[in-house]
Structure formats: structure tokens, C-alpha cells
């Protein structure tokens, strides 16, 4: 299957171009098939397994910044679509979007891929996923950077406290049944776009139509919210028994300008990740602390998985 099949086209030129003609010819597309799902990723360079993990409301192009820099530093790097968002599968209903599946993906992806573990680096609901996989399937995840996404025991704890539920709103506005996507669709995408108004520089008219056409993609939106409905739905006791201590080495990148997390749930509990190697804080950098500051994220990234390559002789 080709890069482009089963896509609308978008309102721009540049937002129908393949992620090669974006990022350079030696960028691969490809669709992997795990259960029944099958999840669009781009792949670049050769060495270690690196996955990025993309937020909402993005999608693989929210790494376009890290891919090429990370393939060039020695990793082959694979940045799928979740679930849900543009080319990959967009299951219906609410239960198709648990962590469980979420997670089994991840797992799945990996394999597919041909490699026993990966370095996984996860922003915003991908952060969350990342978490989660380390957690459920600690076999796979050799190291693990998170940006912009606190773990789950934080987040649970930071959601009873005002300010953080006021930052939050919109997890129990996606909630509602039916009315979220239409109100996403409205006045071309604005509600979507709105999200991503803090990056800086800000994201240029080319770059937000490719956003627009992945969200424009049929069954998109509803996949997109539907994160957040299993979310809200999971019972706090399911969530809680869910946890488990994280193995693998962890990293956390911190954009201190996050609009929608507070700076204080950025370091996990040490009993939760005992091996966590840091926590770097950009004061400078909004929630996209990925696009806003991407040398220095690319550059600790490079650094913290530089332990899984191979020695030099």
C-alpha cells in the first residue's frame, strides 16, 4: 500500500506530499499490520530500534524535527500514527482505545518491525502510551524519554487539585457523547488548531494544513477524542492496579510553558521509576517543547539512548 492511499487530499500541495519528498529520500513509509490494526509509520536511518510516540492532536509529522537527526546519530527510527489518527486504522467505539490496546500496538509495532526492544520516546498522549508500555510490557522498552507527558500515578493525583482540573477541561468536554466532533470540525478545524497555538515559532500555514488533512481523514476526529473518553471512563481502581514499577532507564524533557500540564507533575514518584536518569526542564518551551526547542531535545535524546548502540571498536 502505497503512502498515499486511503487519504483525502488536502488543501494545500504541501499537504499531499509524502513524508520523502518532506524529510528526504531516504525516508520509508509503510503500514504494519498488528491484530487487527494496521498503523502507518515513517522509518528512517539504521541501528537501534527508536519509536516516537506522537500527541494529540498530532501525528507522525509531529516528529519531522527529530527523525532525520536521530537517523543521521546511528538509530533507525519508526514514528507511527497511532491508532486512530490519520493513515492508520481508526477503529469505532470508545473500547478500541483502552490502554490495553494502546499498548499492544506499541508491542506489536516493534516486533513487526523485526527488533526485540526498542528506544521508546513518547510526547503528550504518546508520553502517556510510552508510560503505559513500560509498564505492561517492560520487555520491549530499553530506554524510556518522556516529554511532556506525567505519569500516570502524577497525573491521577494532579487532576484532584483545581488548578491542574482547570488547565484539564477538555478531558471531560471530549467526553460528551457526539457534540466534541462537531464542535472540532467547526470554522476549519479551529478548535484543534487552537491547541497547538503556543508553539514557537509558530506553526506555519503548510505545516497546520498538514494537520488539517490528517484531522480531516474519515473517522479521524472521533478516534482522536475517544483517547479521551476510554480515559475518563477507566474506573480509578482499574487505573490504579494498572500501575507498575518502570525497569527501564527513563528520561523526561519538560517544556516549562506548558499551557495544560503544571510544571509540578513533571518528575515521577521514585518509587514508580526508580531509574530515572532525569528531569530536564526548558524553561523557554511551551507543551510542543519538541518542535519550540528541538537541537536540545535532539540532543538529549541522542545522548540518553547513546548506551544502546554498539561500542566502537
Do not use: C
Not at 64 to 86: E, H, S, T
Not at 268 to 274: A, G, L, Q, S
Amino acid at each position: 500500500m502505497s503512502a498515499t492511499d486511503d487519504r483525502t487530499s488536502g488543501a494545500s500541495g504541501t499537504a499531499g506530499q509524502s513524508a520523502a519528498e518532506l524529510l528526504g529520500s531516504d525516508v520509508r513509509e509503510g503500514y504494519a499490520e498488528i491484530g487487527d490494526v494496521k498503523l502507518h509509520y515513517v522509518e528512517a536511518g539504521e541501528g537501534p530500534l527508536v519509536i516516537l510516540l506522537h500527541g494529540f492532536p498530532e501525528f507522525w509529522y509531529g516528529w519531522r524535527l527529530q527523525i532525520q537527526p536521530l537517523a543521521a546519530a546511528g538509530f533507525r527510527v519508526v514514528a507511527p500514527d497511532m491508532r486512530g489518527y490519520n493513515l492508520s486504522s481508526r477503529p469505532k467505539g470508545v473500547k478500541a482505545y483502552d490502554f490495553g490496546q494502546l499498548t499492544a500496538d506499541i508491542r506489536g509495532l516493534i516486533q513487526e518491525r523485526g527488533a526485540e526492544t526498542a528506544l521508546l520516546a513518547g510526547h503528550d498522549w504518546g508520553g502517556s502510551v510510552a508510560w503505559a508500555t513500560a509498564m505492561a510490557y517492560p520487555e520491549v522498552v530499553e530506554r524510556l524519554a518522556i516529554l511532556n507527558a506525567a505519569h500516570p500515578r502524577k497525573l491521577s493525583q494532579g487532576l484532584h487539585h483545581p488548578g491542574q482540573l482547570r488547565k484539564s477541561w477538555y478531558f471531560f468536554f471530549f467526553d460528551l457523547p457526539d457534540l466534541p466532533e462537531s464542535i472540532v470540525h467547526a470554522n476549519h478545524w479551529h478548535f484543534f488548531r487552537h491547541f497547538l497555538r503556543d508553539a514557537h515559532p509558530a506553526y506555519t500555514p503548510e505545516e497546520t494544513e498538514r494537520y488539517i488533512d490528517a484531522w480531516s481523514q474519515p473517522g479521524a476526529a472521533a478516534g482522536m477524542i475517544n483517547y479521551y473518553r476510554s480515559s475518563v471512563r477507566t474506573p480509578p481502581k482499574k487505573a490504579e492496579a494498572a500501575l507498575r514499577q518502570i525497569k527501564a532507564p527513563t528520561l523526561v524533557i519538560w517544556g516549562e510553558g506548558d499551557r495544560y500540564l503544571g510544571p509540578e507533575l513533571a518528575e515521577p514518584e521514585h518509587d514508580d521509576v526508580p531509574n530515572l536518569e532525569g528531569v530536564e526542564r526548558l524553561p523557554d518551551a511551551s507543551h510542543w517543547v519538541h518542535h519550540d526547542e528541538h537541537e536540545r531535545v535532539n540532543q538529549l535524546l541522542i545522548d540518553f539512548f547513546a548506551p544502546a548502540q554498539p561500542a566502537k571498536g
